[in-house]
């Protein structure tokens, strides 16, 4: 059983940064893939970014390219989520979620929700214009 905890969401300015935390529980947390997805009122759950268990390639959706950084701390079992020029759009209650299957390595396998094995409960992030 894995248990991830998300933290780090807020009320934040158009503009604006945040960093999302998720920390992990287990002993192999360097053998997961993690993913960050997103959901506002009325929507699906949407992709957001996701890095390899290798911890070498990071994927992302195209309307947070250049602005989200993912990236992962495998001794302190936590992956992040570093939201730059936060945009109205990107209010949502974001999770994190693991893969443990260590699948292919693309960007079609980690934006695709059902990969993903165990979620978190989920933080708000609310951008004010």
């Known amino acids: 059983q894995v248990q991830l905890v998300e933290s780090g969401g807020g009320l934040v300015q158009a503009g604006g940064s945040l960093r999302l935390s998720c920390a992990a529980s287990?002993?192999?947390?360097?053998?997961?893939?993690m993913g960050w997805f997103r959901q506002a009122p009325g929507t699906e759950r949407e992709f957001v970014a996701a890095?390899?268990?290798?911890?070498?390639?990071?994927y992302y959706t195209e309307s947070v390219k250049g602005r989200f950084t993912i990236f992962r701390d495998d001794a302190k079992n936590t992956a992040y989520l570093q939201m730059n020029s936060l945009r109205p759009e990107d209010t949502a209650v974001y999770f994190c979620?693991?893969?443990?299957?260590?699948?292919?390595?693309?960007?079609?396998?980690?934006?695709?929700?059902?990969?993903?094995?165990?979620w978190g409960q989920g933080t708000q992030v609310t951008v004010s214009s």
């Open positions: 287990g002993r192999t947390f360097s053998r997961y893939g």
């Open positions: 979620a693991a893969d443990l299957a260590r699948g292919q390595d693309s960007d079609s396998y980690y934006s695709d929700r059902n990969v993903y094995d165990y």
């Open positions: 890095i390899s268990w290798s911890g070498t390639t990071a």
